[in-house]
Structure formats: C-alpha cells, structure tokens
C-alpha cells in the first residue's frame, strides 16, 4: 500500500512564524498535492507538484509556497502564518489512474 | 467546469438501519466518480470508485453506491448501519479534461453521519 506520511499531527505556531509542514511518499508518485480542509468548504487544493522541482498553483495558493526538491518530498510553507491559515492540512500523492492516497493531516492552530 | 453537490451536510441514522448519502455532479465529459471517509483525526480513506465500468459500485465496509447518469447521482448506500460508519464522506469528481480545480479533482462539501445506539 502507498503511504503517504505527514511527519506532525498537530502544531501551533503564533501569527507571523515561518511554517513548514512535510509530506513524504513511498511509492516513486510523480504528482502531490496540498490541501486544506475547513468545516462547510470540503477540501481546497493550495498547491500540487507534478516532479521535482515543478510546481503549480491550486485555488487557494495565497499566502503559501511549496518546495519539492526530491520526489518523495512536498513541503508546504507559510512563509508568515496568520490565524487565517489555522485549519487541517491535507497531503496527498496520486500515482496509477486516479489513485489518491492522502496522508492523516495536520491540525494547525496559528495564534 | 464540474461541481459536486452533496445534498445534506448531516445525516443521522440508528444503528442496523440503512444509510443514503446523496452527491449530485455537474460534468462536461465521462467522470470519475469517487466516495472518501473520513474518521475522526484521520486522513481520507477511499471507500469506493466509479470509471465509467458497472454502474454499480461496491466498495469497502458493506458501501456501495450507483452511477446514473440520466440523474448525475452518485449516492452512497449500506443496508445496514455500523457505530463504527460513523465519519464524514465525501463525494468527490474527477474530470482533468475539463479543469475542475488544478488537480482536475473537485470535492463536495462533505456529509456527517451521525449513527445513534
């Protein structure tokens, strides 16, 4: 089974901090994503990476970067978190046809 | 573009009996068709997916769900409620050719099932 890793379950930054949150895959997937998830909105995709060093923007991309610097790794960075940014992050890896596998999520509460 | 619509945003049921999600898509080409849980503090688990094969979709835990096409419905099924079905579900389309959102992935707003002893 792919597994897709993301290395915090939980974290609390304060207003300002440089977030970095992690991704890491295990199947040699070319395509991941980065998704936040907020009650009532469903999932929203900020950004995806379809190989090294590529990247594109979702629909929420303000207020993020991404780095992916080697295959296995996405990481998504709040370059200076705001409180409107505490939400559930979802990482996601997409290999064969249509196959999704997303990791746990991370609860980021930003004070 | 595509849009998925899934009609109740709580769903509560007892125990032993059926369970009905109801999603609703819009799409300018064959979809793909998809069904996630989600328990508690956990990530997205797939339940179930449709890729223009059978219209009818089984899947894991007892959930099936029927693509028709003449309704754009994809609604999630299970005869029998289980305390552990207890979760958010979302439906979810998948349509690249037709750019919905950059991943070509769109998602509804999700279903709370809520299953009472």
């Known amino acids: 089974d792919v597994k897709v890793t993301q290395s915090s379950r939980y974290l609390v930054k304060r207003t300002g901090e440089k977030v970095f949150l992690e991704c890491v895959q295990d199947m040699d997937h070319e395509n991941m994503f980065w998704y936040r998830q907020d009650p009532g909105l469903g999932l929203r995709l900020i950004y995806f990476s379809y190989d090294v060093k590529m990247k594109e923007k979702g629909d929420i991309p303000e207020g993020y970067s991404v780095s992916r610097e080697k295959k296995e790794r996405f990481s998504l960075i709040l370059e200076s978190a705001s409180t409107n940014q505490t939400s559930m992050y979802l990482c996601?890896?997409?290999?064969?046809?249509?196959?999704?596998?997303f990791g746990s999520g991370t609860r980021l509460t930003v004070v | 573009a595509q849009s998925v619509t899934q009609l109740d945003s709580h769903v509560s049921v007892s125990e032993g009996t059926p369970v009905l999600l109801r999603c609703n898509y819009s799409s300018s080409y064959s979809p793909s068709l998809f069904w996630y849980v989600q328990h508690p503090n956990k990530g997205l688990q797939l339940l179930l997916k449709?890729?223009?094969?059978?219209?009818l979709v089984k899947g894991i835990n007892g959930f099936e769900a029927e693509f028709k096409k003449s309704e754009t419905s994809f609604h999630l099924t299970k005869p029998s409620a289980h305390m552990s079905d207890a979760a958010e579900y979302f439906c979810v389309v998948s349509d690249r050719d037709s750019g919905g959102g950059a991943d070509g992935l769109t998602f509804g707003k999700g279903t709370h099932l809520i299953i009472q002893p």
């Open positions: 996601a890896s997409r290999g064969g046809l249509n196959g999704y596998t």
């Open positions: 449709y890729t223009s094969a059978a219209t």
